[in-house]
């Protein structure tokens, strides 16, 4: 299998690891097992152990230069702080499908902004690809399938809006530390630094988590969420952007 094809096989699997992950949170944050600010402690610290893990496992010890360490601190803040931060946050006050139509500006915003800044080739399959998303998602819509409580459809909304483009921004800023370093030892900085800009948010939620009240179902969510929907999500995604742009 050549590595175009692995990389658009490890896109399709974290698109589906993203699609978990809105059940996942939603089933939490309904039920009151967790806020999202705690989550997202949850979710970004197991991460960074794990990331941290897999360097004892196989050290790979690269410099980052002077340069691009800015760069890399802009990252944790688009790709870490505000994204995680802004996102489960929307996504417990507004409905999922809501949310999963609002990720599209992703996308949308980074096929012409890499066009742009990057100068990546804006051809039909691109456009072709991203009418088809637009078009499944707007059927989901008018299936009017409301899934989840809205608590405020509206704040939570804008929210998503906001952690897409952050998102968008992040891959922008990314990819040149991509193809410059070694992907996952840029990811843990990443992370490593994304955890200590989330702390001062979420660590009074985090201790807040009922954990003795949780069932099967209730921590199998919350694995969903760190294992397959952050850390294999985003080790996926760094490999797509290096393979694919």
């Given amino acids: 299998m050549n590595k175009r094809t692995l990389a658009h096989q490890a896109l399709l699997f974290t698109n589906l690891f993203f699609a978990i992950n809105l059940t996942a949170v939603k089933h939490l944050t309904n039920l009151n097992l967790a806020k999202p600010f705690g989550i997202n402690v949850v979710r970004v610290g197991v991460s960074v152990l794990l990331l941290w893990l897999l360097y004892l496992l196989k050290p790979v ?6 340069e691009d360490r800015r760069r890399l601190l802009l990252c944790a803040v688009t790709g870490i702080a ?5 996102f489960l946050k929307g996504l417990s006050l507004t409905h999922s499908i809501h949310a999963a139509l609002l990720m599209l500006i992703t996308p949308i915003l980074i096929v012409f902004i890499a066009a742009w800044l990057l100068k990546e080739r804006l051809g039909m399959y691109k456009i072709t690809g ?16 409301n899934s989840g409580n809205g608590d405020n459809i509206f704040i939570g909304d ?18 040149p530390l991509m193809l410059k370093y070694d992907p996952i030892v840029i990811i843990r900085w990443i992370f490593t630094f994304g ?8 660590w009074f939620e985090f201790i807040q988590i009922p954990w003795g ?3 099967a179902i209730d921590f199998t969510s919350m694995a969903l969420i760190v294992f397959t929907g952050t850390f294999l999500a985003y080790l996926f995604n760094i490999y797509g952007i290096k393979i694919l742009g």
């Fill in 61 to 66: 010890k690269i410099k980052i230069e002077k």
């Fill in 82 to 86: 505000i994204n995680q931060l802004l």
């Fill in 130 to 145: 991203l009418a088809l998303g637009i078009s499944g998602a707007m059927v989901l819509i008018l299936a009017k399938d």
């Fill in 158 to 175: 804008i929210l998503i809006i906001i952690n897409a483009i952050s998102y968008t921004f992040y891959f922008i800023l990314v990819k």
């Fill in 195 to 202: 955890l200590i800009m989330i702390l001062p948010f979420g």
């Fill in 213 to 215: 009240d949780y069932t």
